[in-house]
């Protein structure tokens, strides 16, 4: 400390002031252009980090292989990497399921991989996650019974897995990040993240050690952020350590389907873009106007003659346009944030 004050009185000396201006000068524009591209960078959601996003962007580095069983009267559907680093586990929205999280593979050909939430799954895979996803016995998830067998249905998993050493985490959207505030109040996580979902705390008094809590959301759900305001507001008081990701709206482009959902190609792709401008669905600059399952994208298609979109492709890009939208859907798109924000809470 002494040292340097020191050295920098003496970096202060008058005759060294020209050249000091000098230095000044060039480190003041380096930071400006550090803080230019970091800027462009850090943004990743809109255009610039759509590109690099690609449903097939993880090729190479994992495959589906998942493995599927049921008990207790729902279905549960996991993979584990070579030596994994955490346990994740995954909640679904209402009229969700496990078989949603995973691309068909022999040993789940029911499997659907939808293409928001298999990118969620790949990525905890390439980054040594344990995924494990369950399916709600209803539409929507319970908070009584259902949460106790869930949270049986984990800790025995975990345990006959060995994997009870790991940090387990989790990861649940809308009705499902209703459910993981729950769950969190009984299980040991690490930390959760609860996506476009504010959490049922006005309803459950939080045990002391709450685990950190994320939330991913969309702010155009205005009354939602006003819920995670407050939330975030009083989880602090608590001292839980709490953080979120605002998701925005992004335009649509002519590749952006192609780009984010398998066996759906660029000139189908491009011709649905089409299809939307010339009805009025997206604006000229590219966003939608109003959210997908708002949209009757579904009849104009079908009245355009143009036999394009294979039936099964149909909820994926449903999807997507509620994602452009950025009202209330899952997204893959923080992934990389979220899991750099569970490992920061591993300790
Ligand atoms: C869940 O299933 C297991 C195995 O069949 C059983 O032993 C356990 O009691 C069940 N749990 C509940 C809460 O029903």
């Not at 559907?77 to 022999?106: M, T």
């Not at 995670?228 to 925005?248: G, Y």
């Amino acid at each position: 400390m002494l040292n340097r004050g020191t050295r920098s009185k003496a970096w202060l000396a008058p005759q060294k002031c020209p050249v000091m201006v000098q230095v000044m000068f060039l480190v003041s524009v380096i930071v400006a252009l550090m803080l230019f591209f970091h800027k462009t960078d850090e943004n990743p959601i809109p255009v610039n980090g759509l590109r690099n996003q690609k449903w097939n962007r993880f090729e190479s580095l994992v495959q589906f292989n998942s493995e599927r069983e049921f008990r207790n009267g729902t279905d549960l559907i996991w993979q584990i990497p070579d030596s994994p680093k955490a346990v994740l586990f995954l909640a679904h929205g209402c009229s969700g399921r496990a078989v949603n999280f995973w691309d068909r593979s022999s040993k789940c050909p029911e499997c659907v991989g939808l293409p928001e939430e298999r990118l969620i799954t790949l990525h905890a895979l390439a980054r040594k996650y344990a995924v494990l996803t369950i399916s709600s016995a209803g539409k929507c998830w319970t908070f009584g019974k259902e949460r106790l067998i869930v949270e049986d249905i984990i800790r025995w998993w975990v345990k006959r897995q060995k994997l009870h050493k790991l940090p387990l985490v989790a990861l649940g959207a809308s009705s499902g990040g209703y459910f993981v505030s729950a769950l969190a109040n009984d299980l040991k996580f690490s930390s959760i993240t609860l996506m476009i979902a504010e959490g049922i705390f006005d309803q459950m008094d939080i045990i002391e050690g709450y685990p950190p809590t994320l939330f991913v959301h969309m702010p155009k759900d205005v009354h939602r952020q006003q819920k995670i305001t407050e939330f975030m507001e009083d989880l602090r008081n608590k001292v839980v350590d709490v953080s979120e990701i605002e998701c925005m709206e992004f335009p649509l482009s002519p590749t952006y389907l192609s780009d984010r959902i398998p066996g759906l190609d660029q000139i189908v792709s491009s011709r649905l873009f089409n299809l939307f401008k010339e009805k009025g669905f997206v604006d000229e600059n590219g966003y939608m106007k109003r959210d997908g399952r708002a949209t009757r994208w579904r009849e104009a298609l079908r009245e355009s003659n143009i036999p394009l979109l294979k039936k099964e492709l149909e909820h994926p890009v449903q999807e997507e346009l509620n994602l452009a939208f950025a009202y209330h859907e899952m997204t893959s798109l923080q992934s990389e944030q979220i899991f750099n924000w569970f490992e920061s809470h591993m300790t």
